[in-house]
């Protein structure tokens, strides 16, 4: 089998559905996204030059509730890897009991070789391109690798002038001022926060160990330092 991000996920869910007895149509459903949405999306560079990039919404499964998961911004965000990503969301969702579905989107893009401004255009391409197949009833986007709270800003904004109406549940990661949850930023490294002080209370010592790199490293080493861990790696 190539190796893969989806083929690796077909392969890990091919083994658990082997040891919880799952049906063929089940294993079927579970690897066979619902949607899979494939756009083109050209802007004008700060250079005066047009650039085309690859536009992705994969819409795995919305069993549980609207479709959830986040945009990426990356070079390797290819549709094999978002499908697999929105694939692992449905299953997260489920696994923790969230009533909402899977899905993931992606442009495949370097956002080291691109302004602010460019990316703002880019990140409204994406809005325009899948704007019939995307909302708060029906496919909520959140940010991931090099989507910040200023780029769902700028998504939620383009979203309401093409439809007309406040809808701030459409997108999630958004700033507090334009509908924002407070304690949004770096989430991923909040949870990790939690386990930290969880195992603590089970007599570990409370030591940041094993922390992730970049953003989610950064808000990990944050917040354990101010509750007082000792630093042992980074």
Same mark, same amino acid.
């Given at each position: &089998? ?12 091919? %083994?658990?559905?082997?040891? =919880?007895?799952?049906? @063929?149509?089940?294993?079927? !459903? ?5 949607? #899979? $949405? @494939?756009?083109? $999306?050209? $802007?004008? =560079?700060?250079?005066?030059?047009? %650039? ?18 986040? #945009? ?8 094999? @890897? ?6 692992? &969301? ?7 009991? #969230? ?6 989107? +992606? ?14 255009? $880019? ?6 391109? !899948?704007?019939?197949?995307? +909302?708060?009833?029906?496919? #909520? ?8 709270? @200023?780029? &769902?800003?700028? !998504? ?31 989430? =991923? ?5 939690? &386990? ?14 094993? =922390? ?23």
């Amino acid at each position: &089998m190539v190796n893969t991000p989806f083929a690796n996920y077909v392969e890990n869910l091919t %083994k658990a559905a082997a040891a =919880l007895n799952l049906t @063929e149509p089940e294993l079927k !459903m579970l690897q066979t996204p619902d949607r #899979i $949405i @494939e756009k083109k $999306i050209k $802007i004008i =560079l700060d250079s005066g030059e047009q %650039k085309e990039f690859n536009a992705y919404r994969v819409q795995f499964n919305n069993a549980r509730g609207p479709y959830k998961g986040g #945009i990426r911004f990356h070079p390797a965000a290819d549709i094999d @890897e978002v499908k697999a990503l929105a694939a692992l &969301m449905a299953v997260k969702c489920a696994a923790v009991n #969230i009533p909402l579905g899977g899905g993931k989107g +992606g442009v495949q893009c370097n956002p080291k070789e691109l302004s602010k401004a460019s990316l703002e255009k $880019i990140a409204r391409a994406w809005v325009g391109a !899948m704007a019939d197949y995307v +909302g708060e009833d029906k496919d #909520i986007p959140a940010p991931d690798v090099y989507t910040t709270p @200023e780029i &769902m800003a700028q !998504m939620l904004d383009e979203y309401e002038k093409i439809k007309g109406r406040s809808e701030p549940g459409f997108i999630t990661g958004k700033p507090i001022s334009v509908g924002g949850s407070e304690g949004a930023e770096g989430p =991923l490294p909040r949870k990790g926060r939690f &386990m930290c002080w969880r195992r603590a209370g089970a007599g570990f010592r409370k030591r940041a160990r094993g =922390l992730a790199s970049g953003d989610s490293g950064f808000w990990q080493r944050r917040f354990l330092c101010r509750a007082d861990f000792a630093r042992l790696r980074v």
